[in-house]
């Protein structure tokens, strides 16, 4: 574990870049932030938006919204991207699900997402807690649309239909980058096993005939060139990917990977043009895009199956 953690941050031979002005920030209601802060704080709750300094909170938490994070605020994988904290995370609190179903509910949440820290030292990964927060959150919120971010798995079939059995209206699994980059950003994970895992829930969910969308995203800015882009979008095509996010990686310390450039506003445009070229009911793509950035605007575009299916 620490020899990897040692190549990230000697990764890092060039100053940062100053950021462009499309990627300056509009700080919200502090107001409205503090009601949000408050409230997780008192149910012993973390959210994503906190731990992976993500740069829209100030927007999302001035609508009151939020991205809750299950498992802790400890992750045991070691991306090259993520302010995360790595290292041995603690028990799972039992208590959790009923916590962020009542934080949804006091938010008066229409659309909510609920992500994760990886936890690979659990035998399903957390799966069974993950279906157990859908379950509380839907029966204490019947018309809140739930939205997943889920992890791998590590490839664990089961463990994925534990959470597909809890019948969320979105699964989100990102792919975070392009192929060729997969070892030096997530030297954990492997690109092909995520693609299965969209496979699989999309594969269930026509199986099943309901309207569970599914959905990735990636950053860019990381050593990708455009053409790569695109090739990833097409394979996320393949597994019947209904919508995909691309934003701008910013790098959230200085031990974390460097960011290579800045990709112009234009050439997200032009992957969002490709992409729903491509069959994609949604695209988001712009310099602050992130996964759960206008989550409930991305699920709103439900519609007949894609023309491209899984093989």
Request: glycine residues 6%.
């Amino acid at each position: 574990m620490l020899s990897r953690e040692l190549r990230v941050i000697t990764n890092n031979p060039k100053p940062r870049q100053p950021k462009p002005e499309w990627l300056k920030i509009r700080l919200g209601d502090p107001a409205n932030q503090n009601h949000v802060l408050k409230l997780i704080d008192g149910l012993n709750l973390h959210t994503v938006c906190q731990e992976a300094r993500c740069p829209n909170i100030f927007e999302c938490w001035s609508d009151r919204t939020a991205t809750f994070m299950l498992g802790g605020d400890i992750c045991t994988r070691h991306c090259g991207f993520c302010a995360v904290g790595k290292g041995q995370p603690g028990l799972l609190d039992p208590e959790e699900p009923r916590h962020v179903a009542e934080a949804v509910r006091h938010l008066n949440l229409a659309h909510t997402v609920i992500t994760s820290v990886n936890r690979d030292d659990l035998p399903d990964g957390g799966a069974a807690h993950w279906a157990e927060t859908v379950r509380q959150v839907r029966a204490l919120n019947p018309e809140c649309k739930i939205e997943v971010l889920i992890p791998d798995f590590n490839g664990d079939e089961a463990a994925l239909d534990t959470v597909l059995d809890a019948r969320p209206d979105v699964l989100n699994h990102n792919t975070e980058t392009i192929a060729r980059l997969y070892r030096r950003v997530r030297p954990d994970a492997g690109y092909e096993q995520s693609l299965t895992l969209l496979k699989r829930a999309a594969r269930r969910r026509e199986l099943e005939q309901r309207g569970m969308l599914t959905k990735s995203g990636i950053m860019v800015g990381l050593g990708e060139r455009f053409d790569e882009v695109v090739e990833l979008m097409k394979h996320l095509r393949s597994v019947s990917c209904d919508i995909m996010t691309i934003g701008q990686y910013l790098q959230p310390y200085e031990k974390r990977l460097p960011v290579e450039r800045y990709v112009t506003p234009a050439e997200f445009t032009s992957w969002r043009d490709i992409g729903m070229s491509l069959g994609f009911k949604h695209v988001e793509s712009s310099p602050l895009t992130r996964s759960s950035y206008h989550a409930r605007e991305q699920a709103e575009v439900r519609s007949e199956p894609l023309a491209a299916g899984i093989q």
